[in-house]
């Protein structure tokens, strides 16, 4: 990824394949199939601008929203010596600047769109303090070219400590995210929590840039660099080592000094980010619009050679167009309520629902019991510190589990659907000519899955391409920070589980009169545990039940609006070979040349295609 100022001219021997797929739409659309051409359309805005999430953490004060800033190239996030970040803050591309604020109040859920200079009001410690005003997100769109590929930059809290409510709930959304920015500066090497977070990190998320920042402040940056590099080391954490400079980068810009630029070494991590996050973000984009277009293809191939194949038989015209209109009657059998795929959905929908929420159950269940166990045992306030750290970070885990869960599912389902359409008779198979041309395999984006199944953290790092930059995942990170908060969330503010009862047991002794208060305290203790973790459950469950509902209505669409272009198809097709057949021979030629010139073209664009993919 280059930077937005000085990107070259890009020149290639061969149509590259946004001009691949723009060609196709022009032939769409010249063939009268708008509905194709539009979605040619959006396989091609993909392929230009694929959705990349980026999320950049760290503790509180370590220039995270500074280096945010200096990315973009200009100030968004809200940059103070007395400003702390209190609300998660996504940044995307748009022509136009704005920013809506995501809340609840009352138990309703809000959006409220407010001018991008009022963010500081909603988003930092001073405008919102702990965090009262119930902002689980802000979502700000910017016209920087930073962000014009498709990039989604998540600004998060300081993670205090790194081992409470926002390093668990950072750490639950980075199987959804592409990359991962973690910020420290300069002043100090890194601390063990710091270690243990970057150690975690990179078995969720694929790529973990370090950004240590503030170098233009300590002269001894690089001693602290080096120090870091041999941390790493010793834990067996392999990630680029950035030294940056918001500062500088920020100068750099204003007086449009290259040099100053380069010794900011943000165009360094800019590139780490292009190579390493872009790069691979494209390369998917492109293998799925590529697949896309090429179903498209060999659906409008199959159509024409149908029609062809009557018009060059016309002994076996009536035959031909029988079996189009077979066709036609199975296509519309299969887009009824009672066809074989949608009676599968709903099925395997309700089975993945009941799966995830019992086994969300259980395990909170079973955190329940080691709680439980171990409040029995507290005898020290710091000792109800790190278990509520403990209780957080588990918490977190089981959340990402079951949403992760819920993708998984939603793909083995999608996966299950197209091997049953495989199997499908859509009454083709009298005619050989035209079964050769009709695949229902090739007629689905996307038909090579496998079904994945999670095992252990390791099994993050396997099959979650399909995870990775979901909307879903924004959401949910999202309504995690609403639950699993730092010292300043909203949980904590209302739960006095993570209030009180460390007070609580700091003054807890061993002294045989003070027997009958421990018992109550750790009595006490345990119900706020039960309380947190119903909390848990309860928006947890909300949430499940909204994405299921949302997988089980895009399946649905999804495989009828592509029935529904098959169906055009066909109708098309045999519509237009009734009305040939009524044509003399000489129109009937004429009209067989036209169609050999278009199958002609489409096959020379699959070819070119296949190449893409290859």
């Not at 990179?202 to 503030?214: G, N, S, Y």
């Not at 035959?319 to 949608?342: C, F, M, N, Q």
Request: hydrophobic content about 45%.
């Amino acid at each position: 990824m280059t930077e937005p100022a000085s990107q070259p001219a890009a020149a290639a021997a061969a149509p590259g394949p946004d001009a691949l797929i723009l060609e196709l739409g022009k032939v769409l659309q010249q063939l009268g199939r708008n509905d194709l051409a539009g979605r040619a359309a959006v396989a091609a805005a993909r392929l230009r601008r694929p959705s990349t999430i980026v999320c950049v953490v760290g503790e509180f004060k370590q220039g995270k929203s500074s280096l945010v800033n200096a990315l973009l190239g200009q100030q968004v996030c809200p940059v103070d010596d007395d400003l702390a970040t209190s609300a998660i803050t996504l940044v995307r591309y748009a022509e136009q600047p704005g920013a809506i604020v995501r809340r609840r109040e009352d138990g309703k859920a809000l959006a409220d769109p407010i001018p991008v200079t009022d963010l500081q009001q909603w988003v930092s410690e001073s405008g919102n303090p702990r965090n009262l005003k119930g902002v689980e997100r802000v979502e700000v769109t910017v016209p920087s070219p930073f962000l014009k590929q498709g990039l989604v930059i998540v600004d998060t809290p300081g993670m205090g400590g790194l081992g409470a409510g926002h390093a668990a709930a950072t750490l639950s959304f980075l199987p959804f995210a592409d990359g991962l920015i973690f910020v420290s500066d300069a002043s100090a090497e890194l601390s063990a929590p710091e270690l243990e977070f970057l150690r975690r990190a990179i078995e969720l998320c694929p790529t973990v840039l370090f950004a240590q920042t503030k170098i233009d402040l300590f002269p001894n940056w690089q001693k602290i660099v080096d120090l870091n590099r041999g941390h790493l080391d010793r834990h067996g954490v392999n990630i680029p080592i950035v030294p940056v400079s918001s500062s500088l980068r920020t100068a750099a810009l204003s007086r449009k000094d290259r040099a100053l630029n380069e010794q900011s070494h943000v165009p360094e991590l800019v590139q780490h980010l292009g190579d390493d996050v872009v790069g691979p973000a494209k390369a998917n984009a492109t293998t799925r619009s590529i697949d896309d277009a090429r179903s498209i293809i060999a659906q409008i191939t199959a159509g024409l050679q149908a029609e062809r194949s009557v018009i060059d038989d016309p002994a076996n015209a009536a035959a031909g167009v029988a079996s189009l209109e077979e066709a036609k009657s199975r296509i519309e059998y299969l887009r009824g309520p009672g066809a074989k795929w949608s009676v599968l959905v709903g099925d395997r929908i309700t089975d993945l629902s009941n799966k995830v929420s019992f086994h969300l159950r259980g395990s909170m269940r079973e955190i329940q019991r080691l709680m439980d166990e171990r409040v029995e045992v507290l005898s020290k306030g710091d000792e109800w510190d790190e278990l509520a750290r403990y209780l957080q970070t588990v918490v977190a885990d089981e959340v990402t589990n079951a949403f992760v869960s819920l993708e998984q599912g939603r793909t083995a389902v999608r996966g299950e659907v197209i091997e049953l359409m495989r199997d499908e008779d859509l009454g083709l198979s009298d005619r050989r000519s035209v079964v050769n041309e009709v695949s229902i395999s090739d007629l689905w984006q996307g038909k090579a899955l496998d079904q994945v199944v999670a095992g252990g953290k390791k099994a993050f790092n396997v099959g979650l391409t399909t995870v990775r930059g979901a909307q879903s995942g924004i959401m949910m990170f999202g309504m995690m920070g609403s639950f699993l908060p730092t010292a300043a969330g909203v949980l904590i503010a209302s739960n006095p589980v993570l209030l009180g009862v460390g007070a609580l047991f700091g003054s807890i002794g061993l002294a045989e009169d003070r027997k009958r208060k421990v018992a109550a305290r750790r009595q006490a203790a345990r119900s706020q545990v039960r309380q947190f973790l119903d909390d848990v459950q309860f928006e947890v469950n909300n949430q499940i039940s909204t994405v299921v509902r949302d997988v089980q209505r895009d399946l649905r669409d999804e495989f009828g609006d592509r029935l529904a272009e098959l169906l055009r198809t066909f109708t098309e097709a045999a519509t237009r070979a009734q009305q040939e057949m009524q044509k003399s021979q000489t129109e009937r030629q004429a009209r067989s040349k036209q169609l050999e010139t278009a199958l002609a073209g489409l096959t020379k664009l699959d070819a070119a295609m296949a190449k893409v993919n290859a």
